[in-house]
């Protein structure tokens, strides 16, 4: 599992490096490498994961690491349906380096297979946590398309159809994190009531993932309501990606709570 694990990792820095020099330089060449090696880090971390659940008896998402692997592969997953669904290559020099990222978090942690703790065995485990991984993917990527329209934008003759585009997929991938989230909020005030006998602790980690949701919502509430779109909206999704990751692992880090297991 090891060698599955780290061999992924050195794939999604060798994909970010080999992407990066082909969209600099551009070198379409490399660009397709890139592709090919990332397919390849994304194939072998998603076998990793397969068979550390098989050899955990459960779903791994139990602890830090387990969820920073899951969080890293679905970013992977979801540059891989844009790419091959609506071809947008463009956003992979930006998407493959924050996998990168994400799951070299998760090789700081500790990786031990644990049993389940108590509080954790519910039938809520996996709708709470496997939408929270979703929808922080969903946000992290509408945050590499919003920093490509930002950095799209700043061209000569730039090509407005294309930054439509960019700025109608940050939106959904939004509105789908933001889905995600309202999900992984639900199932967590159930799972609480569950586990605590009571729906809401005002734990860290909630107030977190309330003030994320706030933050979400907001962006909604201005494209949908106000009818505001592209660059101030790509700066938003930008902005707010370091909320998610300090909810992600800020909290859990800096402020001891609940949560703190996870």
């Known amino acids: ?38 397919l390849t880090a994304f194939a072998a971390l998603s076998v990793f994961i397969v068979i550390r659940g098989f050899s955990a008896k459960r779903v791994p998402l139990a602890n830090q690491f387990e969820f920073a692997t899951a969080f890293a592969w679905g970013i992977c997953l979801m540059l891989a349906v844009l790419r091959l669904r609506y071809k947008a290559d463009w956003i992979s020099a930006v998407a493959i380096p924050a996998a990168f990222i994400v799951l070299s978090y998760a090789a700081l942690q500790p990786k031990e297979i644990t049993d389940l703790m108590p509080a954790l065995k519910s039938s809520w485990f996996v709708f709470h946590i496997g939408s929270a991984v979703f929808s922080y993917s969903a946000f992290i990527i509408a945050g590499c398309v919003g920093l490509r329209y930002i950095l799209a934008s700043k061209k000569e003759n730039a090509d407005e159809l294309k930054l439509h585009r960019m700025d109608y997929m940050s939106y959904r ?52 309501r106000s009818k505001k779109s592209g660059i101030k909206m790509a700066w938003f999704a930008l902005i707010a990606v370091p909320v998610v990751l300090f909810t992600f692992a800020g909290v859990n880090t800096l402020i001891p709570g609940l949560h703190s297991y996870g």
Not at 197 to 204: A, L, Y
């Open 1 to 38: 599992m090891n060698a599955l694990f780290f061999g992924s990792l050195i794939l999604l820095f060798a994909a970010s490096a080999l992407q990066m020099i082909g969209s600099v330089f551009k070198k379409e060449k490399l660009s397709k490498i890139a592709w090919i090696v990332f």
């Open 173 to 224: 991938m939004i509105a789908f994190g933001f889905l995600m989230l309202t999900i992984t909020i639900l199932t967590g005030a159930l799972w609480a009531e569950q586990a605590w006998s009571s729906f809401w602790t005002w734990d860290p980690k909630e107030v977190w993932a309330l003030i994320t949701w706030i933050i979400y919502a907001v962006y909604l509430h201005l494209r949908l």
